[in-house]
């Protein structure tokens, strides 16, 4: 079964920083894609960035410069590093995975993705 649980949220003041980490089981991890994923203030689910099991990343225009995607294979882990966060950061954030294997660009949708995390809030004060 497989379970994704994220962690690493919390409450910063703009300009700070924050690590989420993304903790995968039952799976195997270093065959699959995975992603970063926020609710807008209208509710609708924004990609915030994307990562291959090659290491090939991509990142809304909104967080370039500022996050980063990574992915550790042995840990079964997976990191956004948040810095120069904003207001406009503030959102639940959830961990998802592309369980089906294959080679595809990285557009940041969710209807590519078929495992979700419950996820981690972040609110980031002015």
């Known amino acids: 079964q497989v379970q994704l649980v994220e962690s690493g949220g919390g409450s910063v003041q703009s300009g700070g920083s924050l690590r989420l980490s993304c903790e995968a089981s039952?799976?195997?991890?270093?065959?699959?894609?995975m992603g970063w994923f926020r609710q807008t203030p209208t509710k609708k689910r924004e990609g915030v960035a994307e990562?291959?099991?090659?290491?090939?990343?991509m990142y809304a225009d909104s967080v370039k410069g500022r996050f980063t995607i990574s992915r550790d294979n042995v840990k079964n882990t997976l990191y956004l590093q948040m810095n120069i966060l904003k207001p406009e950061d503030t959102s639940m954030y959830y961990c998802?995975?592309?369980?089906?294997?294959?080679?595809?660009?990285?557009?940041?949708?969710?209807?590519?993705?078929?495992?979700w995390g419950q996820g981690t809030q972040v609110t980031v004060s002015s």
């Open positions: 039952g799976v195997s991890f270093s065959n699959y894609n």
């Open positions: 998802a995975l592309d369980r089906r294997g294959i080679r595809r660009f990285l557009l940041l949708r969710p209807t590519d993705f078929g495992d």
């Open positions: 990562i291959d099991f090659e290491g090939h990343t």
